[in-house]
């Protein structure tokens, strides 16, 4: 591991300031289960690393019935995966956030970090998208909110732009919605998605999220058009499924083949759906 300065601002403008001096050489560090890794095995060497978590207001998660929920940057997976307002109005984002990694891992791990890594296979990613959720970026020049499907551009790289922190992310309320988190892994315990979906039923029809089947996590907006064309048949279902397996991009790597990837696409929105009837 190459030598690095480390620091740790007390404020916003302190981390603009390191990232202003710093430029793409300055990385900033959050619950760092994935900086660590990657300054482990060389594949980044920064000449600064610029911790966060000491920023007031950022550990903070807030829920209200008229403006949803508020996560900030660093609230940790168990935090989100075990808060009661989470559970009880996103429990699909509660169960996401539960299936990654470790019990330790989840203690260190933040859902800021799960989205800003942009890893394609990103277990927080699919409920999020569902629920159209929208990141907060700050930098000097003000505030800016990008909706999450606008964030990811392609595998580990998003539309921020240099100098913006990730401040929150912010999920609009969703009454009366029901959702299906699924996630298919090698293991059934800390192992990475080999495929993860969300499949929610919103006030305004369905929504349909994947992950690790193309080079960032997507909505499937054909197969939602199918499914908000009428009522919800076995004859739909199939059609769909068909319609989903055309959406996606999968390939073959170390974790599963291409086929089995849109073999397994179609079951779990089958499944999804038929216990959302």
């Known amino acids: 591991m190459k030598a690095f300065e480390y620091f740790a ?8 300031d390191l990232l202003d001096r710093f430029g793409p050489e300055g990385k900033l560090f959050n619950g760092g289960t994935d900086v660590v890794i990657q300054l482990r095995d060389h594949l980044i060497a920064p000449k600064a690393v610029i911790d966060i978590k000491r920023i007031p207001g950022l550990k903070t998660l807030t829920y209200d019935p008229q403006g949803g929920l508020t996560i900030g940057a660093c609230m940790t997976m168990n935090e989100i995966g075990n808060d009661p307002q989470v559970i009880a109005h996103y429990p699909t984002l509660a169960k996401a956030a539960l299936s990654v990694g ?24 699919t409920p999020l998208l569902a629920h159209n959720a929208v990141v907060i970026a700050r930098s000097r020049e003000g505030e800016r909110s990008i909706p ?10 998003t539309s921020l732009k240099p100098g913006e922190i990730v401040t929150a992310i912010q999920v609009p309320p969703a009454p009366g919605s029901r959702g299906e988190f699924t996630k298919i892994s090698r293991r059934r315990e800390v192992d990475l998605s080999t495929i993860c979906a969300t499949i929610l039923k919103a006030e305004d029809g369905w929504r349909v999220a994947y992950g690790s ?13 199918l499914l908000n064309e009428g009522p919800l048949t076995d004859a739909v279902i ?16 170390v974790r599963a083949t291409k086929a089995y990837r849109l073999e397994v696409v179609g079951v779990v929105l089958a499944r999804s759906l038929r216990a959302l009837m």
């Open 238 to 253: 199939e059609e769909a499924v068909e319609l989903a397996r055309s959406e996606v991009s999968p390939i073959d790597d």
């Open 213 to 225: 089947v193309a080079p960032t996590p997507i909505r499937l907006k054909k197969t939602e058009a």
């Open 148 to 157: 999450l499907e606008e964030f990811f551009v392609f595998v580990r790289k």
């Open 9 to 16: 601002p007390a404020s916003l403008e302190e981390a603009f």
């Open 102 to 125: 470790s019990k330790q891992v989840r203690n260190r791990a933040t859902c800021i970090g799960n989205i800003v890594n942009a890893s394609p296979l990103a277990d927080t990613s």
